[in-house]
């Protein structure tokens, strides 16, 4: 993973892999600011009304950092890639990528109540000038499910593959943390700075909720655990996360 600065969008990426960043953080002077749509709607569409709430609030399309998706379910691995290409052609026709590189932070998980019927847009994350930014830290780290290797998209990084047992689980939820902990470091963030913690998974979120995610975040424990009844975007998967830290959430 490497830093990286955007200047146009006002913000840095953590290089991941080509669908996405792994997470993105506000360069001076300037803040993230995270939405939530009331009511999904179809991605592709979507990004036509990211386009338009960004030009409604005076902020260039390169202020978009980061995406979240909702799925009618999980897909195979190769489902996934087929996705990944089509949705990367996507923010290559808007003239998002650098240089071939996505700079944009992604979390696409499928709702296990009520999915969509088609990949949604559920929220969006976007910069803006901030005159007040002295020690502002403003942040999100993209999704992260139960594989060793982040960059390794294959059945051979799962995690306990097939297994949903507590011992399972709890090693799974581990290696996600570890994960979420390694790109906060990398976008020169801690807990502290964490104002959400998002979980994804059907399986019970209680047993790994004290000693695996609450204390380990320490100060941030403060604003809970948000758990989505949700499972990761892909089938094999069980457990996926994702985190922030921002000053200002909207709802449209």
Known sequence: MELMDHPRGGYRFLTGIAPYSCGVASLPDHEIVHVTLRR??????????IERFLSEVSRPRHALCGVELRLPGPLSFDGFAAFNARYQQLLDDLGLLIDGCNPVARTNVAPAVDPPAEPALYGFSYTAPCTDADGLRTFVVAGAGDLMDQANLSAAAVVRPDEVSDDAMREKAGTVMRVMHSRMEGLGVGWGHV?????YTERAVE???RDLILEPIGEAAAHGVHWHYSRPPIADLAFEMDVRGVARELWI
């Open 40 to 49: 999904p709607m179809p991605y592709v569409f979507g990004f036509d009304r």
């Open 195 to 199: 104002t959400t913690v998002d979980v």
């Open 207 to 209: 047993p790994l909720l």
